[in-house]
């Protein structure tokens, strides 16, 4: 018997529309690259969506086709993403902080066929123009009067322009809900990049899934600053959660130094924020410096790398902010796992609630997930036995676009199939995930694992410690032995004696780092993430002294 239920798609259509109706005077604020502060509504924002999206077809622009960004966090481009994903055609955002080259290569697998831009991206543009033939025309996101001429463009039209071209008489159309709306590749910190597609129903349930109170707890009382960019797995959902709830969204553009998002926390009222690790550090070294106070700003959302424990503190303690430890990735749409107390820990002494919101946490509804041994047998939930971590769910990849690397599924005795996350990992027995490592970045001593994260997060409780990260360097009788490589804050005096005393007693004696080295900074990814890879190419030649 079926239900007798009105049969409505889950469209990203309606998230705005429902904004646009039930929240329409509720704001969008972008810092913009023309240098002031933009403010509209939701119910302005959603009639550009659709002047746009009839400005697209007109260009010829059909369902399915891929249309790029390369754009900060903005008005804009929250336009196209609800444009382009609403008319039926897939947004594809682009890392610009990629080599041109590795740009180039993705907008072409992808099979782009307009890209829009910031302009302050031109240079990148104009780089990658003559190795792109497909795509047919290049959109600058800017005041008309303020755009720049190109010589090396064929089809350089202007955003505003282009809108203004649309037709406001534009209805979305009812889409079939698994139909692609959005595509998004892997960063690519561990191998060549894959594409994520995703559908309008994963994305609608992961606005759902990512608005609940232990989740990310966005409400229409918010004001939310993504710090994470909407180019890194779509700003983490918050373009599409914030309007799902009616929040106050913040743009903060191209300006993400610590000074300039603080400025947008305080005038904006901010309450909410999301962010990697490394755009922490920043603000809360200038909140520091400056004796500043965050008048507004409740709880943030951090996750991408493993936060460390004495960032959490940090907030909580000298602000008075919360931290939600969050885990995920591109091929999760992103989110997995999120830290929130449960009922049972109220009661708890606050070093033990402590423990456990420093822990990657808990899956929400829409994700399932367990760890396995190398023979894909499970392993218990003990908290201290690791293993493979596998998730299935309606927002989980079941393959990657263009069917590359095949299928990438793990499948259990009842033949459904799991997403190998690459990532190795604890569940303790209330449920709560612990990222160990990247099974990439595991070192491995003497048929041990040693977690390169637990011995990071140690380095940079370090109060001279401005930034570290631990590789694995062969060892001619331990296989791998850990190298700790550190950045100190500026003007420290710190020797490597002194902060391999600073973990006695912290960690297991096998465990300690083998050497120190100092450098004068650590190679960061496209998304804020340390790039191992680079670093274990920068210390090719390094010998340990115990080796
Ligand atoms: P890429 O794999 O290209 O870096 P993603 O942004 O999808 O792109 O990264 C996902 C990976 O980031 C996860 O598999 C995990 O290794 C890491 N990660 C994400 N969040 C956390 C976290 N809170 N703690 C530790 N690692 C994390």
């Given at each position: 018997m079926q239900g007798l239920m009105m049969d409505m798609p889950l469209l990203i259509s309606t998230i705005l529309q429902h904004a646009a109706r039930h929240h329409g005077d509720t704001e969008i604020v972008s810092r913009r690259l023309e240098g002031d502060i933009h403010r509209y509504t939701y119910a302005q924002c959603e009639a550009r969506a659709r002047r746009m999206a009839d400005a697209l077809t007109r260009l010829g622009v059909h369902a399915g086709d891929r249309v790029a960004t390369l754009a900060w966090n903005g008005y804009r481009h929250m336009e196209i993403y609800y444009a382009v994903g609403g008319m039926g055609a897939v947004v594809h955002t682009i890392n610009p902080r990629l080599h041109p080259d590795q740009i180039a290569w993705i907008a072409n697998h992808a099979g782009d066929s307009y890209l829009a831009f910031d302009i302050s991206f031109l240079p990148i543009v104009e780089a990658i123009a003559d190795k792109c033939?497909?795509?047919?025309g290049w959109i600058a996101m800017i005041d008309p009067d303020r755009q720049p001429a190109s010589d090396k463009l064929a089809n350089l039209i202007n955003y505003e322009t282009l809108i203004e071209g649309g037709s406001a008489d534009f209805r979305w159309p009812e889409l079939d809900e698994r139909s692609a709306v959005a595509l998004c590749y892997t960063s690519g910190t561990t191998g060549n990049p894959k594409g994520a597609l995703y559908a309008h129903r994963s994305t609608v349930l992961h606005a759902y899934g990512a608005a609940l109170p232990d989740a990310?707890?966005?409400?229409?009382r918010d004001s939310i600053l993504p710090v994470v960019p909407m180019f890194h797995v779509n700003a983490w959902g918050i373009p599409y959660t914030a309007p799902l709830v009616g929040a106050k969204l913040v743009f903060p553009g191209a300006q993400l130094d610590g000074k300039s998002i603080y400025e947008l926390f305080e005038s904006e009222g901010v309450t909410y924020s999301a962010g990697v690790p490394t755009v922490w550090l920043g603000l809360l070294q200038h909140v520091k410096q400056n004796g500043l106070k965050f008048s507004t700003l409740k709880r943030t959302v951090i996750g991408g790398s493993a936060c460390p424990p004495a960032m959490i503190r940090s907030f909580n303690d000298d602000f008075g902010v919360d931290v939600i430890h969050a885990w995920g990735m591109t091929e999760l749409s992103p989110l997995g796992t999120l830290s929130r107390l449960q009922n049972k820990h109220m009661s708890l002494p606050e070093a033990e609630q402590q423990k456990i919101l420093e822990k990657q946490g808990h899956v929400i509804f829409g994700v399932d997930m367990k760890i396995v041994d190398d023979a894909g047998s499970e392993i218990a939930w003990d908290g201290k036995t690791y293993g493979n971590l596998l998730v299935r769910g309606p927002?989980?990849?079941r393959e990657y676009f263009r069917g590359?690397?095949?299928?990438p599924l793990e499948y259990d005795s009842e033949g459904r199939g799991w997403f190998p996350t690459g990532d190795v990992a604890t569940i303790d027995a209330d449920g709560y995930m612990q990222i160990t490592d990247r099974s990439k970045d595991v070192i491995k001593s003497g048929g041990e694992w040693i977690s390169s994260i637990d011995l990071e997060n140690l380095a940079i409780?370090?109060?001279?410690?401005a930034n570290a990260a631990v590789i694995g360097v062969v060892h001619p009788k331990w296989d791998e032995r850990p190298l700790l490589i550190v950045v100190k804050r500026p003007g420290a005096e710190l020797t490597k004696e002194e902060l391999l005393k600073f973990y006695e007693g912290k960690i297991a004696k096998w465990w300690m780092p083998d050497d120190v080295q100092f450098v004068d900074a650590i190679p960061l990814g496209a998304t804020g993430k340390i790039l191992k890879t680079k670093l274990r190419e920068q210390f090719k030649d390094y010998t340990l002294p115990t080796a």
């Open positions: 033939p497909n795509i047919r990310m707890g966005a409400s229409a927002w989980v990849i590359e690397g095949g299928d409780a370090h109060p001279a410690v």
